[in-house]
Nanobody
Framework: QVQLVESGRGLVQAGGSLRLSCAAS????????VGWFRQAPGKEREFVAA??????????FYADSVKGRFTISRDSAKNTVYVQMEGLKPEDTAVYYC????????????????????WGQGTQVTVSS
């Protein structure tokens, strides 16, 4: 089992920045991908970004809506994945979830919720206009 805990929730003004963290614990020997998803009220959960790593190599994936504004990164020593969010917009308002699993590093895999085995509880991000 893997446990994921998100942190970094906040209320920011449009154009502001926020960093979310996803700390992993438990059995991580089969954990190679962490993804961030978000869900706004009344909408489906959507892909935001993902990072895959293996043997010193990493791959990064971003939704078009956040490309150039969000950056995903990983601190292996802390078993933590971050998403740095810049230039936030009101439409970025949502509950953000991190997810983890042994996911093939391809867009059609990392962007699907069903590809992931473990999920965090979610953290609220609100961007005011």
């Amino acid at each position: 089992q893997v446990q994921l805990v998100e942190s970094g929730r906040g209320l920011v003004q449009a154009g502001g920045s926020l960093r979310l963290s996803c700390a992993a614990s438990g059995r991580m020997d089969r954990l190679y991908t962490v993804g961030w998803f978000r869900q706004a009220p009344g909408k489906e959960r959507e892909f935001v970004a993902a990072i895959w790593w293996s043997a010193g190599s990493s791959s990064y994936f971003y939704a078009d809506s956040v490309k150039g504004r969000f950056t995903i990164s990983r601190d292996s020593a802390k078993n933590t994945v971050y998403v740095q969010m810049e230039g936030l917009k009101p439409e970025d308002t949502a509950v953000y979830y991190c997810a983890a699993g042994d996911v093939t590093p391809r867009w059609d895999s990392v962007s699907r919720t069903r590809s992931y085995d473990y999920w965090g509880q979610g953290t609220q991000v609100t961007v005011s206009s």
